[in-house]
Structure formats: structure tokens, C-alpha cells
């Protein structure tokens, strides 16, 4: 949860993470991606990228929740994309996803960013024996996390 302290200071985050380099060139691929796709299609090849990407990071040796807490970790850090929370709920499995650089991309495509993230966390965990369930963006609280849930 956000309080009137930390909003701002994750405001700030969120707009400076992404060097200046990349701000200009992400903002014009995602109006290009958006007068080619509709937000549906745009998920779909979001999902596909998450998925290519989560490929190059092989799963392996992750036995428990602490284990795929603390490997999701390594690579997000190692990149600087933000940190992950993982819980058991009592009916489903909670990813959350803090200070991902998605915010570059720009305001108008947070309807489908996210789920370059929902493609690599389903890949992960499909890896890991979640066969036939499924991921899926679930609203946060907080505005500058993503929650999946398995279910």
C-alpha cells in the first residue's frame, strides 16, 4: 500500500527509471504497435515476449515458493525491473510485480504492457509443473505493481 510519503517518491521511481536513451523510442514503438493492433492483439504479442524472455532464464532448481521468490528476484534485479512478491492464498497463487519500467511505454499502454510480465511469469511456472492453470492480471492496489494470480 501507498501512503502520502512513499506515493511520490514511487512517482518519481516510475518516471526515471528507464534511462532517457530508451523514453523517446518506447513511447513511439507502443503508438505504432497501437495503430497496428487492438488492445486483444497487443496482450497477445506482449505475452509472446514474455514468454521468449523468461526462456533465457531457465527455472531450474526451484523446489518451493522461496526458491522462486528469490530466482524471480535475481533476474529482475540483475536487469533492474523492479521486485517480486510471491504468496499462497488460500485459493490461488499471488505474483506481485513492484517498479517494473513498464511506465515507459507510456500512460496509454498500461492496458496491455503488463502482460509481457503475465507471459514470463506463465512460462515460469508452466516450467515448474503449473501445467493447465492459468495466470492472470489481477488489478492491484498499488499503482506501481502488477498482481498476477494462479488459480
Do not use: K
Amino acid at each position: 500500500m501507498q501512503d502520502e510519503h512513499t506515493a511520490p517518491l514511487l512517482d518519481y521511481y516510475t518516471r526515471h527509471q528507464t534511462s532517457v536513451q530508451w523514453r523517446g523510442f518506447l513511447s513511439a514503438l507502443a503508438e505504432e504497435f497501437e495503430t497496428q493492433l487492438d488492445t486483444s492483439q497487443l496482450r497477445t504479442l506482449m505475452a509472446r515476449i514474455g514468454v521468449r524472455f523468461a526462456a533465457r532464464y531457465p527455472a531450474t532448481g526451484c523446489t518451493t515458493l522461496d526458491d522462486l521468490a528469490s530466482f524471480l528476484n535475481g533476474i529482475w534485479s540483475e536487469l533492474d525491473w523492479g521486485f517480486v512478491r510471491v504468496v499462497e492464498r488460500d485459493d490461488y497463487l499471488s505474483i506481485e510485480h513492484s517498479c517494473a519500467p513498464l511506465a515507459a511505454f507510456g500512460e496509454r499502454a498500461a492496458p496491455w504492457a503488463s502482460a509481457f510480465l503475465e507471459g514470463a511469469y506463465q512460462h515460469w511456472l508452466r516450467e515448474l509443473g503449473a501445467g493447465s492453470l492459468a495466470l492472470q492480471e489481477h488489478p492491484s492496489a498499488n499503482a506501481h505493481a502488477y498482481e498476477f494470480r494462479l488459480s
